[in-house]
């Protein structure tokens, strides 16, 4: 797993994504947007994310959900500007929390992801995928 290599744990996971989501729920941009889809859910939705997040980087497989047809169902509420965000958002918990390789892997997973989510959800839309 590319994350062993590079020094990842579960517990940088974890404060990664608490990080993040502490950023998030803060944030003028975002937190409206995971207020309405979490509510007061965050101890189901943090849980998954430490999983997803395990998978990616450590391949252990615990993630089971399926983001796409998540992030699909906001298709025409979250645009490129809010990966952008939450791009930005996510930068700064892994630079406090890890050391610089693996911040490195972190911060490339992260950009793939929102890359796949955001043309997913343009498909979703209906944009034009050739302008992207």
């Known amino acids: 797993a590319p994350g062993y290599a590079v020094g990842v744990t579960e517990e940088m996971i974890r404060d990664v994504v608490d990080g993040f989501y ?15 889809r979490i509510g007061d859910h965050w101890d189901v939705h943090l849980p998954k994310m ?10 252990t497989g615990r993630f089971k959900g399926a983001p796409m047809r998540v992030h699909a169902e906001m298709a025409n509420d979250v645009g490129d500007s809010h ?3 939450w791009l930005e958002l996510f930068g700064q918990p ?6 610089p390789p693996a911040a490195a892997l972190f911060l490339e997973k992260a950009r793939m992801i929102a890359s ?3 043309t997913g959800m343009a498909y979703v839309r209906g ?5 992207r």
């Open 22 to 36: 502490d950023k998030v729920r803060a944030d003028a941009v975002l937190g409206p947007i995971f207020d309405g």
């Open 50 to 59: 430490y999983d997803f997040w395990s998978s990616v980087l450590l391949m």
């Open 83 to 85: 990966f952008d965000r």
């Open 94 to 99: 892994v630079a406090e929390v890890c050391p």
């Open 116 to 118: 796949s989510l955001s």
């Open 127 to 131: 944009d034009d995928l050739a302008a």
